[in-house]
């Protein structure tokens, strides 16, 4: 198809042909169009059908605002629903379908929608399928959300990458209009740091789109060339097609970038959109302003538009939607796009004024004090029924009508902090109020001041007030004369009479649904909006919010600003969630943290197991074992019989230093540490400041002033995090230093009765259990001289030692270690057998120290010392915390070996009753011990202390289990600890 | 001696190097790290040996002193991170107790963390999509602790086109993933 509607002209680049394809149907345009401007130059007013009654819609506006001209972009996985065609930069090869149709564009069989409009008015779905109810789940709900929503989506991954950024600067003027681009021209000769952003590909906003003269140049002349000045200024950063999409706290800004939307594809590794975050001293907005449609009877035919955007289609893209065209205005704007159309050689039918002193041309007729009433044509408009001043009607032939019910300042973004609009009557429309986001600032017409004049000279105004208050010096630019046009407006929203007119037609809600919103008691303008939807989806209401309110305003016997508006959030346009999301996608949602023997796990074909960001070896498989449970058992039964090693580099290690070391880990362990003899280590117990369990651990002192102390895996940046607040906030006066060296060290457990023998090969000092007992620490070396810490302290109740090196000698040591255990069979072991081994030594772990247990509980009550106070320990001491009866850790064991003993059930008497009353404990950690042969558990109940070799229940109603159980030693192995003091 | 063989944080036996376009991020496993922190009341005295020990007045809050053979970086009220060569001070940590003795605490932080020197004309660019620092407003010596994709690093200027990276060692991987898709993106 040629593009018959092409005028001369605009600011495309027609020595360049690109092709496009919209429904299958392939069409051509320039580089400078976008998709709709490239479809109104071939002719094509429909473009979509519409939410509720499919309707057939075209195009409202030019611009970001759009509703109707919604398409899927792009094919495949690429392929993106509910594009703005008004947003989208014409390359060659786009392809776009319309959406939310069955059937054709032309021949929507949904659009029998509209012939039962009747039943589907305003909150239609409150009221029908309510019978019967057991329909609503099954039958109703389905085909409600079959027939509803917009583009659909490709269901596949998206392909693209999207990138994160951080800017600062001193001053961020959003929209890069003539009021944003005078401020930065006044900011940026200035010396600031500047940063100007407009979601538009082109810069200068509605100069590009009118035909007013700057000085002596043409409005886009002066603003290309202004643009171009502050493009070579190093202070001043130009981020066109990119979207300021919220004010959030303390001056921060989001902004999107569309870094590659306007190409085929990305190029190779680069994003498709960055998320920015903007750290700002100050803020201008220059958002401008949007233009209002008129509601009357069937405005929402293809070919009715708002008559600015008519203007800029003309005037920027050089593209009328059609050959005659009807102009219908309630002020002076809409006569320019008159003159506009007139000048480029489309024929004007005439303008329709609403107001009886309306301007008159002797270019075209001008019909003052008259209305349109209604319009006809099924696919695109073909007449326009008007009732003239007189009363009488008269039918007027176009194809397109141009309508401007006025402008709406952008107010947006001044809202995102909660502030509200105020009401300004001689623009019949809301402006920023003095509530702004802290360091906001707004100019332009986004303040309600609507010529070039005023736009360019408080532009300028408004930057050097800011730079004033920054302290930067500057000498305003002097602005270039332009128009200073009064804004001649009387309000004017909907045509008496009509019903079916359209407010809303991103949602169909009609003049109709507001009344009816209206009878129904859903008059604050919040219920208005859920009741009808009116203002939400992709647009969020930006041309239909006002004509809604003054609806409202009117039937209510309200002024407009009485009824107010709905809150503005961010963002301003739709985002796509993969920018949102970022590179923190799939295997990099969270960075991933690596053991130093993770290459040794991965050659053994470990299996590995998140525990926070850490990946950690869950067991280490080996041929012919074809469940984890082989393999656990085996490295369970030959780390008890000989020897096994397992990396333990996870755990916390804190580096405490200080002349008061010592007596801070008397605040921080609810047990003493003040007399831990250097050389010594000592299992420690921190509570929380309510006395409940917070972690476990150990603490070595390798010098007087010097002690480690190591945390559980889960809990070691909390108990880091929390040790520093006791530092810095509770104990200032302390002299004491932290520092995490979690990650400097690889350490490893060597347990089982031969690990002494295996080290021994290892380390460089005597460690026979003389010189090294039990709970024994040094600085020792290894392997003739590297530097290497060893502990005796034992977590799986078998001799055991913790030995670490310099992380980069990590690997190399297991390596060592599993050379010297050559001849003991020495397995590695992962943290199914580490848990294994625990349960059946009846050490706490996570499960125990689940935020609901007491010292006592964990039968270490004596550990908290009197003798001194720690954190936690008063409040450990409330009432209800040390009850007699108070749960107590407990081993359980299946009367019958083969009985499962599932962690989380509870405990019940032996009989009686299941129930929450009767509740008397529960299992916390579970396993199948291959040493005992059967599976056990450890657990809290009530006295558990004083109640083993009772016979109890324990069961999970939820699972259908119940077992019979014997409470035991929650000690399965060695409880008297013989094994690890040997 | 002993004749166990050291990785890098990336795994390797020797540095990574990759170019992207017009940067280079090395992997700079020849790092030895101290970290010292001054004791109460010993501020002064620890500022003094430290001006003899590395040659220079440590540095103040976001800022890091890059010349001789002991670059500090601030990091903290009263606390620095020392840095010099492996190969002549792979136990720096030892050296710089046995100066201040008990006038500082001092802990060897070499294996704990992976160091990343960033270089060519794009590091402003890349280093936008890395972190939230101002890196247009850092000079030349300025170094602060910041975030790259959730992990705590320190960011250090180090000349006008390179930065010093110094992040979590376990992290080593998911960082220099990070650093090397922001390169792409910029490049």
């Known amino acids: ?175 890069a209009g003539p009021s944003g681009v005078a401020a930065a021209l006044t900011a940026g000769r200035a010396g600031a740091r500047v940063i100007l952003a407009d979601e538009d590909f082109r810069m200068g906003g509605r100069l590009n789109s009118e035909t007013i003269a700057v000085g002596d140049a043409h409005g886009s002349d002066w603003a290309a060339q202004t643009v171009a000045e502050l493009a070579t200024l190093p202070n001043v950063r130009m981020m066109a097609r990119t979207t300021v999409i919220g004010a959030f706290d303390h001056g921060t800004y989001g902004a999107v970038e569309r870094v590659s939307d306007h190409l085929h594809t990305p190029d190779a590794g680069k994003p498709r959109q960055i998320l920015w975050r903007l750290y700002t001293k100050r803020t201008l907005l220059c958002a401008g302003a949007i233009e209002r449609p008129i509601a009357f009877e069937n405005n929402d035919r293809p070919g009715i538009m708002m008559a600015g955007a008519v203007r800029s289609f003309a005037n920027r893209w050089a593209a009328t939607p059609h050959e005659r065209v009807a102009i219908f205005t309630n002020n002076d704007d809409g006569h320019r796009t008159a003159a506009d159309l007139h000048a480029k050689g489309v024929k004007i039918a005439a303008v329709v004024d609403t107001r009886e002193g309306a301007p008159r041309s002797n270019s075209y007729e001008v019909l003052a004090g ?143 649904d507001v009344k009816l919103s209206h009878q129904e008691g859903f008059r604050s303008v919040e219920h208005l909006k859920r009741y009808t939807t009116l203002g939400m989806a992709t647009d969020q209401g930006k041309t239909s919010n006002m004509g809604g309110l003054a609806v409202m305003a009117e039937i209510a016997g309200k002024t407009i600003p009485e009824v107010g508006t709905t809150i503005f959030r961010p963002p301003y346009t739709p985002v796509p969630i993969g920018t949102f999301a970022g590179r923190a996608r ?172 295996v080290l021994e090969k290892i380390v460089d000092q005597d460690i026979s259990n003389e010189a090294f007992p039990f709970m024994a620490c040094a600085n020792i070396t290894v392997c003739g001289g ?197 | 001696m002993h004749n166990l063989k050291p990785l890098t944080a990336l795994g390797g036996a020797v540095a990574d190097v990759q170019t992207v376009g017009t940067l280079t991020i090395c992997e700079v496993p020849d790092l030895a790290l101290a970290s010292v922190a001054a004791r109460l009341g010993r501020e002064k005295q620890t500022l003094k040996t430290l001006k003899t020990l590395v040659g220079a007045t440590l540095p103040g809050p976001g800022k890091a002193s890059l010349k001789g053979d002991i670059p500090a970086m601030w990091i903290g009220p009263d606390q620095w991170m020392l840095s010099a060569d492996y190969a002549d001070h792979e136990t720096l940590f030892e050296t710089v107790a046995g100066a201040t003795g008990a006038d500082a605490s001092v802990t060897e932080q070499s294996d704990g963390w992976v160091c990343f020197d960033i270089s060519g004309s794009q590091m402003p660019a890349m280093c936008e999509l890395l972190c939230p620092v101002d890196i247009h407003g850092m000079a030349v010596g300025d170094a602060t602790r910041s975030t790259i994709h959730q992990m705590g690093c320190f960011i250090c200027r180090t000349g006008d086109t390179e930065l010093r990276v110094i992040g979590p060692r376990s992290s080593a991987g998911s960082l220099h993933h990070a650093l090397i898709a922001a390169a792409h993106s910029v490049a």
């Open chain 1, 1 to 175: 198809m040629t593009q018959k509607n092409r005028l001369k002209g605009g600011q495309i680049d027609t020595s360049q042909t690109l092709n496009f394809s919209f429904d299958g149907k392939q069409f051509t345009g320039h580089p400078g169009d976008t998709l709709a401007s490239a479809l109104v130059a071939n002719g094509v007013r429909l473009m979509g059908r519409s939410f509720k009654y499919h309707r057939p819609r075209g195009l409202l506006t030019s611009g970001s605002e759009e509703p109707n001209a919604l398409v899927e972009l792009r094919a495949g996985n690429r392929q993106e629903p509910n594009t703005r065609a008004t947003t989208i930069e014409l390359f060659d090869g786009l392809l776009a379908k319309s959406q939310n149709r069955l059937g054709s564009l032309k021949f929507d069989l949904l659009s029998i929608n509209d012939r039962f409009s009747n039943f589907l008015a305003a909150g239609f779905y409150y009221k029908t399928f309510m019978w019967p109810a057991a329909f609503w789940e099954k039958i109703y709900e389905p085909i409600i959300r079959n027939a509803a929503g917009l583009g659909s989506l490709s269901l596949e991954d998206d392909p693209d990458v999207y990138d994160k950024g951080f800017l600062h600067c001193d001053l961020l003027i959003i929209g």
């Open chain 1, 370 to 512: 008259a209305q349109v009433t209604d319009t006809k044509g099924r696919l695109g408009l073909t007449f326009a029924e008007v009732k003239l001043a007189d009363g009488s009607t008269r039918r007027l032939d176009c194809g397109a009508l141009a309508m401007s019910g006025g402008w709406n300042p952008n107010v947006h973004m001044t809202c995102h902090q909660r502030g509200r609009p105020t009401w300004n009557d001689d623009i019949a429309a809301f402006v920023p109020s003095a509530e702004l986001p802290a360091g906001m600032s707004v100019a332009g017409a986004a303040t309600g001041v609507f010529s070039t004049h005023a736009a360019l000279t408080t532009g300028a105004k408004e930057a050097a007030a800011i730079l004033r208050d920054l302290g930067i010096k500057s000498r305003a630019p002097k602005m270039p004369q332009a128009e200073d046009a009064p804004t001649n407006i009387t309000p004017f929203w909907y045509v008496e009479g009509a019903s079916r007119a359209w407010l809303d037609q991103q949602n169909d809600v009609t003049v109709k």
């Open chain 1, 586 to 757: 799939g295997m990099d949602f969270h960075p991933t943290r690596k053991t130093p023997s993770h290459t040794f796990a991965e050659e053994r074909g470990a299996v590995f197991v998140e525990v926070g960001n850490w990946l950690r070896a869950q067991w280490f498989p080996i041929e012919g074992e074809t469940t984890w449970r082989e393999s656990v058992d085996r490295e369970v039964l030959a780390t008890r019989n000989s020897v096994g090693v397992c990396d333990v580099t996870t755990l916390g290690k804190v580096d405490v230093q200080g002349a008061d070391a010592a007596d801070f880990l008397n605040k921080i362990y609810c047990n003493g540490f003040a007399k831990l003899a250097v050389g010594k280590v000592r299992y420690g117990l921190m509570l929380r400041e309510d006395g409940i369990a917070m972690d476990d651990g150990t603490a070595a002192r390798l010098a007087e002033d010097h002690f480690v102390v190591t945390t559980t895996t889960a809990n070691a940046v909390g108990v880091y995090r929390h040790m520093e607040f006791v530092r810095q906030c509770l104990f200032p006066d302390m002299d004491v230093q932290l520092i995490s060296t979690t990650e400097g060290w690889a350490q490893y457990a060597v347990a089982g009765p031969n690990s002494r023998k």
């Open chain 1, 786 to 982: 590297l530097r290497a810490r060893l502990f005796r302290i034992s977590f799986s109740g078998e001799l055991a030692y913790e030995i670490a090196v310099p992380t980069r000698y990590g690997d190399a040591l297991i390596r060592e270690i599993m050379t010297a255990g050559a001849d003991f069979d020495i397995v590695p072991y992962g943290t199914e057998a580490l848990g294994v081994m625990r349960i059946e030594k009846g050490h706490a772990a996570g499960n125990e120290l689940n935020g609901t247990t007491s010292a006592l509980n964990l039968g270490m009550g004596r550990m908290v010392s009197k003798k001194k106070d720690s954190i936690g320990s008063t409040l450990s001491e409330r009432p209800g915390m040390n009850e007699a009866d108070a749960l107590a850790q407990v081993g359980i064991k299946p009367t019958n070996p083969n009985d499962p003993v599932p962690a989380g059930a509870h405990l019940m008497a032996a009989d009686g009753p299941i129930d929450a009353a009767h509740d008397q404990g529960y299992a916390t950690s579970a396993c199948y011990s291959p040493i005992l042969g059967h599976s056990i558990a450890i657990g809290f109940l009530k006295d558990g202390a004083n109640r083993k070799g009772e016979v109890m229940r324990l069961v999970s109603p939820l699972t259908g289990i119940e077992t019979q159980v014997e409470i035991v030693s929650a000690h399965f192995i060695d409880p008297d600890g013989e094994r690890l003091r040997a």
